[in-house]
């Protein structure tokens, strides 16, 4: 399999992962489907979400698959009085990736990142490689630590 910029980011950064290859339809591109084709726990599994904050513009809140972000929490720990989804229509634009492949690494622009609490509870949690049909394993400390940010109850 080709090595995504993801990966190459990581390398350079000398960043321990695994890449993880799964099958995915463009009908199913969830997270539980992500989590039964990897035959891991849906809890492990992160969903990366990209939303605009009315005063302070883009950032990204990554939660576990089979959670729905708090929009209200998402704008007061991002500095804003409210945030919504970015439209999918304006992801690949915005971030480089399209929806079902979007990792919170290597985007176009370096965002304000927040991951949820529980990913510490975990050894490692899965991301986006950066294409679908792809996760990366990763430490959850040594993602946040590259991305330099830090855990927050979204």
């Known amino acids: ?7 190459r980011l990581l390398d350079a950064a000398g960043i321990s992962y695994d890449t993880i290859p799964y099958e995915y339809t463009e009908d199913d591109l ?12 849906i809890d492990l599994v992160f969903k990366t979400l990209v939303l ?7 950032f990204v809140c990554v939660i576990p698959g089979d959670m ?3 929009l209200k929490k998402a704008a007061l720990i991002s500095g804003n009085k409210s945030c919504e989804m970015l439209h999918v229509r304006e992801l690949k634009d ?8 979007c990792s919170p ?4 622009k370096k965002f304000p990142t927040f991951i949820y609490e529980s990913a510490l509870l975990y050894d490692y ?8 049909g792809l996760q990366l394993k990763i430490n ?9 940010t830090g855990i927050y109850p979204l």
């Open 68 to 70: 729905e972000v708090d």
């Open 140 to 148: 959850p400390r040594d993602l946040i630590n590259y991305i330099g």
């Open 52 to 58: 605009r904050g009315d005063r302070n513009g883009i």
């Open 1 to 7: 399999m080709q090595k995504t910029n993801v990966a």
């Open 105 to 108: 690494i290597g985007m176009k």
């Open 125 to 132: 949690i899965f991301v986006s490689a950066g294409v679908r």
């Open 94 to 101: 915005v971030t480089g990736y399209i929806r079902g492949g």
């Open 30 to 41: 969830s997270a539980q489907h992500v989590a039964a084709q990897l035959g891991e726990d």
